[in-house]
Structure formats: C-alpha cells, structure tokens
C-alpha cells in the first residue's frame, strides 16, 4: 500500500507514531499479562517499522 502524504501531514503523522511508542514503552514495561505484553511489543515494532519509513520518505512495507 501507497500513501501520499504532504511534509506537514508526514511530520504531523510522525509525531503521533513517537508518542505513541513512547506510552507503549511504558505499558510494556507494567503490564503483568505475558499475552498482552507480547501483542504491545508486535505494535511497538510496527509503528516502528512506519515511523522508519516516514523517516526514509518510503513506504512501510515491501
């Protein structure tokens, strides 16, 4: 999937994804659920992943 985006929507976008693996650090690190601490770590590495290729000004995915 393509998405085209404008600087300003990208650094906009990109500010979200930073905040929000900020706050998923800290979930991770206090939650108890081994389960949920599992699905929290996959959703830290692929806004990672997205947050990377906002940084490359590629897509995500290949």
């Given at each position: 999937?393509?998405?085209?985006?404008t600087?300003e929507?990208?650094?906009e976008?990109?500010?979200l994804?930073?905040?929000?693996?900020?706050?998923?650090?800290?979930e991770i690190?206090d939650?108890?659920?081994?389960?949920?601490?599992?699905?929290?770590v996959?959703r830290?590495?692929?806004?990672?992943?997205v947050?990377?290729?906002?940084?490359?000004?590629s897509?995500?995915a290949?």
């Amino acid at each position: 999937m393509d998405v085209s985006l404008t600087e300003e929507q990208a650094r906009e976008l990109s500010s979200l994804i930073e905040g929000a693996l900020g706050e998923l650090s800290h979930e991770i690190a206090d939650t108890d659920n081994a389960r949920f601490r599992i699905s929290l770590v996959e959703r830290r590495q692929r806004l990672s992943e997205v947050a990377d290729a906002l940084r490359r000004g590629s897509p995500a995915a290949s």
